[in-house]
């Protein structure tokens, strides 16, 4: 597509539920990237994919948190057990590459989680 | 670990003015920086992207310069417009792969 969409836009779930975001990337990027943000603060980096590989997950903040890439393309952010302080907008970013000079990162919309 | 301050946090001017935005971080060793708007409930979208071996970029009434070795990067906005209200962020961009580091953002208020 011609730009990054994320899905669903707004989701809402109860405490302890699992919930799956997902990104469609911009078609060739081989970069993407699942960044968080949460009411009042910054953006904090999750986890970042090189093809279909996470080189760094750093940014994970627990081990209820996971993601994977398939194909090169559409990456799923999955969350267990959710908590209410999981409750932010989840934006996911793609690029033509993890760096460099040029790799520019494009966003998408986002999808607001509220955790009840 | 690069850290990123962004001045003034928060900004309320009448239409017509023009506008600074500061933004500073700590590792200098950045390849380029992006400035980035985003609305509210929105995902980000990119402004300007200035290149390390840059001084100034522009893109309409929007000039970004950057002052690589003190660590410094400004963000002009000439004739604001209420259309401008948004949170302005900057990035800068070092040799770790992948991850982008942010500031907290300039919310901007432009009132007609």
């Known amino acids: 597509g011609a730009g990054v969409s994320q899905s669903p836009s707004n989701k809402v779930t109860e405490k302890g539920k699992d919930v799956e975001l997902r990104c469609d990337p911009i078609?060739?990027?081989?970069?993407l990237y699942w960044y968080r943000q949460s009411l009042g603060q910054g953006l904090e980096f999750l986890i970042y994919?090189?093809?279909?590989?996470?080189?760094?997950k750093s940014g994970l903040p627990s081990d209820r948190f996971s993601a994977e890439r398939t194909g090169g393309s559409v990456s799923t952010l999955t969350i267990q057990r959710t908590q209410q302080e999981d409750s932010a907008v989840y934006l996911c970013?793609?690029?033509?590459?993890?760096?460099?000079?040029?790799?520019?990162?494009?966003f998408g919309p986002g999808t607001r989680l509220t955790v009840l | 670990k690069q850290e990123v301050t962004q001045i003034p946090a928060a900004l309320s001017v009448p239409e017509g003015e023009n506008l600074v935005l500061n933004c500073s971080f700590t590792?200098?060793?950045?390849?380029?920086l992006q400035w980035f708007r985003q609305d509210p409930g929105k995902g980000l979208t990119s402004l300007l992207l200035?290149?390390?071996?840059?001084r100034e970029q522009t893109s309409g009434r929007l000039n970004a310069s950057l002052d690589k070795s003190s660590g410094r990067s400004t963000l002009y906005i000439a004739a604001s417009q209420p259309g401008d209200s948004a949170t302005y962020l900057c990035?800068?961009?070092?040799?770790?792969?992948?991850?982008?580091?942010f500031g907290r953002g300039t919310q901007l208020t432009v009132w007609p």
């Open positions: 970013a793609s690029s033509l590459g993890p760096g460099g000079a040029y790799n520019e990162q494009f």
């Open positions: 078609s060739g990027h081989t970069a």
């Open positions: 994919f090189q093809g279909n590989s996470a080189p760094d």
């Open positions: 590792d200098s060793a950045i390849y380029n």
């Open positions: 200035i290149q390390s071996s840059q």
């Open positions: 990035s800068p961009r070092g040799s770790t792969l992948g991850r982008l580091y």
